[in-house]
């Protein structure tokens, strides 16, 4: 599963890597089950606070960011000590308008380095009709850009933030998915993505992997967990590890780590709405 000496390159030329094989079907399959009890359970949906930092109540998320099929590509583009800072639910209904704006994550996410990178692995199939996201080759070698906050209420940003990119949209490169394959970018490069207009959900769990010499910037407390190597910095609280699904230990952990993420996300914002 390792990337070869072109997709490296491509990776640091224009930013992102797409698609790599992951998991196979009856995996997906698997997990997409597991994610679905959980919100028939709750009447159909994830609550909000439980899209982030989600590693920490589901018990096959925080296997699942320790696949080695995840993590040996994350090793070859930022070292083999590596941290893993977030995990996001990305869940686009059937036939929905949610979209996501055009947005750097270096900008709201507070932290120190240029190697943070993102892995979005999608747990049903992710192509242009379901709303798969959508990058602007290069622009994590450029300056972060101005972001206007809007608000919209389709908008899974947390801010609704977006970045006027007018002209250029012409440039812009889809990353249309299979079910089991991730997307790998970096987070100052620039990425949207449009309506699910498709028969099925669009579910997609973006993983935030850094090294460990990495600092949170903005907020006064944060936490990650040590998938790889060693952590000789000690930067970030170490989280704790589930036995289970809610595992109570760390569901009381994953409200001080959630409600610290949105801090973060929401600082000098007009509204805080809550959508994480
Ligand atoms: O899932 C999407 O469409 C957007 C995801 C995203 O913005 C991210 O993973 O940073």
Redesign the pocket.
């Known amino acids: 599963m390792l990337l070869n000496a072109s997709e490296i390159e491509q990776f640091d030329r224009d930013g992102y890597i797409s698609p790599v094989s992951v998991l196979k079907n009856d995996e997906v399959a698997g997990l997409r089950d597991q994610l679905e009890t959980v919100e028939a359970r709750q009447h159909g949906a994830l609550y909000p606070e439980q899209r982030s930092k989600s590693y920490l109540l589901f018990k096959w998320l925080h296997d699942l960011v320790q696949d080695p099929r995840i993590l040996d590509p994350v090793a070859q583009l930022i070292g083999s000590d590596i941290l893993l800072w977030n995990t996001?639910f990305?869940i686009k209904e059937a036939g929905s308008n949610s979209f996501?704006s055009w947005?750097q994550?270096t900008k709201y996410w507070g932290l120190s380095s240029d190697q943070v990178i993102?892995a979005?692995i999608a747990l049903s199939d992710a192509g242009i009709d379901e709303?798969c996201?959508r990058v602007m080759p290069g622009t994590h070698r450029g300056e972060v850009l101005s972001h206007e906050d809007s608000y919209h209420d389709d908008n899974?940003?947390t801010r609704g933030q977006e970045i006027n990119l007018e002209d250029k949209e012409m440039e812009a490169v889809y990353m249309p998915l299979k079910a089991g394959e991730m997307s790998i970018h970096n987070?100052r490069l620039a990425?949207a993505?449009g309506p699910n207009i498709a028969a099925d959900r669009r579910i997609?769990i973006?993983m935030h992997f850094m090294p460990p010499d990495t600092r949170q910037i903005v907020g006064n407390w944060d936490c990650a967990m040590l998938v790889r190597g060693q952590d000789i910095y000690s930067n970030f609280e170490s989280t704790p590890i589930p036995a289970c699904d809610f595992d109570p230990e760390a569901v009381a952990f994953h409200k001080k780590a959630s409600k610290a993420v949105n801090e973060v996300l929401y600082k000098g914002a007009a509204v805080n709405d809550a959508k994480l």
């Open positions: 996001l990305w996501v947005h994550d993102t979005w709303g996201m899974m940003l987070y990425h993505s997609g973006s």
